[in-house]
């Protein structure tokens, strides 16, 4: 397995049932990279990140996490994979009784026997990342708007320093104004923290304007991973309907001229 690769996923299989969701599918991701994952509803994006991640088990095939198979690990070395993987849900996730702040300290306090001062600063400079208001770590999630709630699912997934951080559609229910935002922010994060980041979504914007390779699900496996440029070219039916229809062309219209500072981050970006 090369250096460059952080995950490698070969030959998986899941099921539910009857229904196979993924059958023989390949992926790696890079060291650095922030890769975006598309694919029709329903086909398998999100189970293919909790499968990652390891709230699912394989039914077939692997997952590596630096080398290691994460299939058969003690659950001591699962914990420190997962010390090193930080998730945020669609919905933020947020434990509704809990505020911002608890909510970011909650990893923090499982994960580590630090006095609760520290646990309380490591928190609330994670919120501070995010672009979230001082204010809003004593606020509880129902009290945020649906763009916070997303910064604080971030900032706890951020708690505990995580190599590579899986993101399952974070702009959804965005505006625009605030899904470039969010967008802006995972690059800027990538950047300053040296993270990979690994981008369910089906938000075009977010392809063109952040991410340096894209990876699309269809017919169970991974059609193709690579440059969006090279993606959009793919002769796959699903990726024609996506990349030839106006919502592609408005993305293609807009995208921003890659900053140097991203380029620097992750070798294969060439966009
Ligand atoms: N826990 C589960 N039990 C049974 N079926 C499941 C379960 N989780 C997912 N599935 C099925 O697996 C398939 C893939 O689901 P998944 O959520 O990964 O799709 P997706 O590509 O993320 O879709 P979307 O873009 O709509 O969020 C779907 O048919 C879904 O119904």
Same mark, same amino acid.
């Given at each position: 397995m090369s250096p460059d690769v952080l995950i490698e996923v070969r030959g998986l299989r899941s099921v539910f049932g009857t229904q196979v969701v993924h059958?023989?599918?390949d992926l790696d991701v890079r060291r650095g /990279? #922030? $890769?975006?994952?598309?694919?029709?509803?329903?086909?398998?994006?999100?189970?293919?990140?909790?499968?990652?991640?390891? =709230?699912?088990?394989?039914?077939?095939?692997?997952?590596r996490f630096l080398g290691k198979d994460t299939t058969h690990l003690r659950a001591e070395d699962r914990r420190a994979i997962d010390r090193r993987i930080g998730v945020m849900f669609q919905d933020g996730a947020l434990f509704s009784s809990l505020t911002v702040l608890e909510n970011v300290e909650l990893p923090l306090i499982e994960s580590h026997h630090l006095p609760p001062d520290l646990v309380k600063d490591i928190?609330?400079?994670?919120?501070?990342?995010?672009?979230?208001?001082?204010?809003?770590?004593?606020?509880?999630?129902?009290?945020?708007?649906?763009g916070m709630r997303k910064r604080a699912g971030l900032a706890r997934a951020l708690?505990?320093?995580? /190599? #590579? $951080?899986?993101?399952?559609?974070?702009?959804?229910?965005?505006d625009p104004v605030g899904a470039a935002a969010f967008d802006? =922010?995972?690059?800027?994060?990538?950047n300053?923290?040296?993270?990979?980041?690994?981008?369910?979504?089906?938000?075009?914007d977010s392809l063109y304007s952040i991410c340096d390779r894209v990876a699309v699900l269809s017919d169970r496996h991974v059609v193709v991973a690579d440059r969006v440029g090279a993606v959009e070219n793919h002769p796959d039916p699903w990726i024609q309907a996506c990349f030839r229809g106006p919502r592609a062309r408005g993305a293609r219209a807009h995208r921003p001229v890659p900053p140097t500072a991203t380029a620097g981050a992750f070798d294969g970006n060439s966009r």
């Open positions: 059958d023989a599918l /990279e #922030i $890769l975006g994952v598309i694919g029709g509803s329903g086909a398998g994006k999100s189970v293919l990140l909790r499968s990652i991640v390891g =709230l699912k088990d394989p039914d077939g095939g692997s997952v928190a609330l400079l994670k919120i501070a990342l995010t672009g979230l208001p001082p204010d809003a770590a004593a606020k509880y999630p129902a009290q945020l708007s649906g708690a505990l320093d995580p /190599e #590579i $951080l899986f993101l399952d559609e974070p702009t959804s229910g965005l802006e =922010l995972i690059s800027t994060l990538r300053a923290l040296n993270l990979t980041v690994f981008l369910v979504t089906h938000d075009l």
